[in-house]
């Protein structure tokens, strides 16, 4: 993984903006991107992520902001002066053109000679792994390998920067685990700098070394996936990525937060003893007691003493790998807390619909944030 602090970035955004009539599409965004990252933005539908996109292929100006590409202010070129390639959620072939005209198009304008580009083609067949495919009409192929020759024309110049707004989301769920993978691979070999949108979490905490999660046309927090997952800095994002409990809860000191009448251990928080505020914890932090090293679903590592609480399972849903249980705690009152358990502690504990077990909260793994946040 590259260190996103070490070095100048390759592309800087800078306090962007941009308004559409009325509507703030973009707020304050500032963003560093160093050279060889793969960054996803990840956000609900109509956050901006393309538009943040567009902004820096300058397909749309921004309103306010600069964009920096290699050392160079770009924020006022048009997208032909620019140093991208791109490739969008529909597969924008050419459909009267062959798959390796298709592919050899953006290289004709840039005075190669006819041997070169063949030779150029050819070798961006074999990359995405369709060289039988090069004398066929788009329509011809299937929608994973359009997008992959879609991503050997993005690709075919040898950009600075490649630009995916959604690719995969027009796939079938297979085939866009397995490209997940080519262009990931594909990206690693070619170390080329990449901006991929999309909303799906899965997608960018499999492929992204870093994260910009936007809310809004804000940026709410830019983290690798593990931080983004194991520390949200906001109840937006604990809740749009991963599952994740929720209860009403009055902060403690410390790291201590009340939630019904239970006073729980917490992960550190700085809120005002008394603060109304809300307290999280992922289903797969939910560990049964009594369960043995390797059953509960939490990662290891955490301390278990404190947070027992009673409970009772009253719903269970077996989801293939583990089973998600609802579990009722009368002193959380009416909202039930979700616990994912493996096969293995279910089998165990004989858990079962109206059994009454215990369960542990690790204190690391017990969030707090701000009530009002959402
Ligand atoms: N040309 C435009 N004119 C007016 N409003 C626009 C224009 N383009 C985008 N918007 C608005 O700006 C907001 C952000 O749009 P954008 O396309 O960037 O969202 P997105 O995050 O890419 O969403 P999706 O996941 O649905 O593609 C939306 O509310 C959208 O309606
Ligand atoms: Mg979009």
Not at 15 to 43: H, R, T
Not at 118 to 124: D, N, S, Y
Not at 251 to 256: E, I, P, T, Y
């Amino acid at each position: 993984m590259l260190d996103a602090t070490a070095g100048p970035a390759y592309l800087k955004i800078e306090n962007l903006w941009k308004a559409f009539g009325d509507f703030l599409a973009l707020s304050d965004v500032s963003l560093d991107i160093q050279e060889g990252e793969f960054v996803c933005f990840l956000g609900p539908s109509g956050c901006g992520k393309t538009t943040l996109l567009r902004a820096i292929a300058g397909l749309d100006l921004q309103t306010k902001g600069s964009v920096h590409q290699g050392g160079k202010d770009v924020s006022n070129l048009p997208p032909s002066q620019r140093d991208f390639g791109i490739v969008f959620q529909s597969y924008a072939l050419f459909p009267n053109l062959t798959i390796e005209k298709n592919i050899a198009f953006g290289l004709e304008n840039t005075g190669r000679k006819k041997p070169e580009i063949e030779a150029r083609v050819t070798e961006l067949l074999g990359l995405v792994g369709l060289e039988e495919q090069r004398k066929k009409y788009p329509a011809q192929l299937s929608g994973g390998q359009q997008q992959r020759i879609a991503l050997a024309r993005a690709i075919a110049t040898n950009p600075g920067l490649l630009l995916l707004d959604e690719p995969l989301s027009a796939l079938d769920a297979k085939v866009r685990v397995f490209l997940r993978h080519e262009i990931k691979k594909l990206q690693r070999q070619l170390g080329v700098t990449t901006v991929m949108v999309t909303h799906d979490q899965e997608e960018a905490l499999s492929m992204a070394d870093r994260i910009v999660v936007i809310n809004h046309g804000r940026v709410e927090q830019i983290g690798t996936p593990t931080e983004i997952y194991r520390h949200p800095s906001s109840l937006f994002v604990a809740g749009f990525i991963g599952d994740m409990n929720q209860f009403e809860a009055t902060a403690g000191v410390g790291d201590r937060v009340s939630c019904g009448g239970a006073e729980l251990e917490c992960a550190p928080h700085s809120f005002e003893r008394g603060a109304k505020v809300t307290m999280a914890i992922r289903p797969e932090d939910v560990i049964p007691h009594g369960a043995e090293p390797g059953e509960a679903d939490a990662s290891g590592g955490v301390e278990t003493q404190a947070n027992t609480l009673n409970v009772t399972v009253t719903e269970m849903e077996f989801l293939g790998s583990y089973w998600r249980c609802r579990l009722a705690n009368e002193r959380f009152g009416r909202e039930p807390l979700f616990a994912n358990f493996s096969m293995n502690a279910v089998r165990r504990l004989d858990l079962r619909e109206g059994k009454d077990m215990m369960i542990e909260l690790p204190k690391s793994r017990v969030m707090v944030f701000d009530a009002g946040e959402v």
